[in-house]
Every structure is written in C-alpha cells, then in structure tokens.
C-alpha cells in the first residue's frame, strides 16, 4: 500500500516543550513539505525539502525545524519558539519532473498545547 | 505575493441545486488545483488545472481555469449530501519548489 504516514494522530504539549511530528512516504516522491491549518483558514506552509539532505523555509518557519536525511522521511520538530503551535499538521510529498505532478497531502497530526 | 481568494466562504444549498465557488489569484501560475477536505480528515486531490480554457469534471463537479482573468471555478450540479465538506483552491509557485498557495476555503452544506 503506498501512501503517506504522519504519527502521532493526536499530540499534546506542554509549555516549553520541544515536539517531533513524523511523516513518511513509500511513494518514491522527491519532494516533501510541511504544512500548517489554523481553523477556518487554508494550509500554510512551513517547510519545503526537494531531495535528501537539502531544505527551505516556508512562509512560517520561525519556531519550526526540519531534516531530511532519507528519502522517504520528513520530521517537523516544534520548538519552544513557536508561540501559537495549536493547529492541524499536514505533510505532503510530491514526484517531481512532471507538470501535473499533484501533492499528495497525509492524514495530518493534531497538535495542542496545554 | 500571491493571494488566492476564494468566494463565497460558506454555502449552504439544497439538494438538487447548482452552485459555483469561485477562485481568484493575484499573480501568474500555470498550475491551479481544487482539494476537498472532510471535517478532521486530510486533503483529497480533486482537479489539476493546467493550461488557459482548461476543464475538467468528475461526477457533480466540474473545474475550469481562466489564466487571463486568474479565475478558477468549481461548479457543482445537482448537488447531493455526500458533497458536503470544504473545497480548496491552490495555486503553484515554481520558484518555491513548487509549493502551493491556499485559498481559505469554501465549507459547502447541502441540505436534504
């Protein structure tokens, strides 16, 4: 079955704790990106990476780290930094070298902050 | 920067009705896509949009692309229950490794 795993579902955190939120692909796809979903808002994104070991910021990075050192892995790591963290985690991952190359968007990680 | 906005940001209709969401963009893409969400789900990959006059339909739904203006529209027809959830439009930045540009969403209601 190819797809897209993010784990946990649900993750609680506590003030000034550090949380890593995982997402995997075993569809072969190149690129990766994080993305964050604020009730009644669209997705934002925080991090991109196009091939292993490389990575840009998004249009949200501050708070947020990355790393990339397989293929079909892409932690998000939220830091302390992040004032505001509540909000729903979308990973996504795309094939590149095709025009119609769609996202293809997991089934996200719900983040709290207690 | 780009905008993307989307209209209306809630419908609610009756089964058997047509509507269109429509989705306006503020700078060149050559590449628009529709997603749908259900609530607490992920993001399902509806249309991609590729070219000026570019149209394509599934079921109720048809997608269309206006490059010239920046408009997308999705049409629904005949709306039935199972069409509820909320419909994104996204568009491409390829100099950003192709990252997409949300809309804030259409949270579509159809009412039996």
């Known amino acids: 079955d190819g797809g897209i795993t993010q784990s946990p579902k649900y993750l609680f955190r506590k003030e000034g704790q550090n949380v890593t939120l995982s997402c995997e692909q075993n569809l072969n796809h190149d690129a990766m990106y994080w993305y964050r979903q604020d009730p009644g808002q669209g997705l934002r994104l925080i991090y991109y990476?196009?091939?292993?070991?490389?990575?840009q910021k998004g249009d949200i990075a501050e708070g947020y780290s990355v790393s990339r050192e397989k293929k079909e892995s892409f932690p998000l790591t939220v830091t302390s930094a992040q004032k505001n963290p509540t909000a729903f985690y979308l990973c996504?991952?795309?094939?590149?070298?095709?025009?119609?190359?769609?996202?293809?968007f997991g089934p996200g990680t719900r983040l709290t902050v207690l | 920067e780009l905008k993307v906005e989307q209209n209306p940001l809630f419908l609610s209709m009756q089964e058997g009705k047509n509507y269109t969401i429509y989705c306006n963009y503020s700078?060149?893409?050559?590449?628009l896509y529709w997603y749908r969400q259900d609530p607490g789900k992920s993001l399902e990959s509806l249309f991609v949009?590729?070219?000026?006059?570019a149209v394509k339909q599934e079921g109720r739904l048809m997608a269309s692309l206006d490059t010239k203006a920046r408009l997308s529209t999705l049409h629904i027809t005949a709306a039935v229950h199972d069409l509820s959830a909320t419909y994104f439009c996204?568009?491409?930045?390829?100099?950003?490794?192709?990252?997409?540009?949300f809309g804030a969403g259409t949270i579509l209601r159809v009412k039996s």
């Open positions: 949009l590729l070219s000026n006059g």
């Open positions: 996504a991952s795309r094939r590149t070298g095709g025009r119609t190359d769609t996202q293809y």
């Open positions: 700078t060149t893409s050559d590449r």
């Open positions: 990476s196009q091939i292993v070991n490389d990575f």
């Open positions: 996204a568009v491409v930045i390829m100099e950003y490794g192709n990252k997409l540009v």
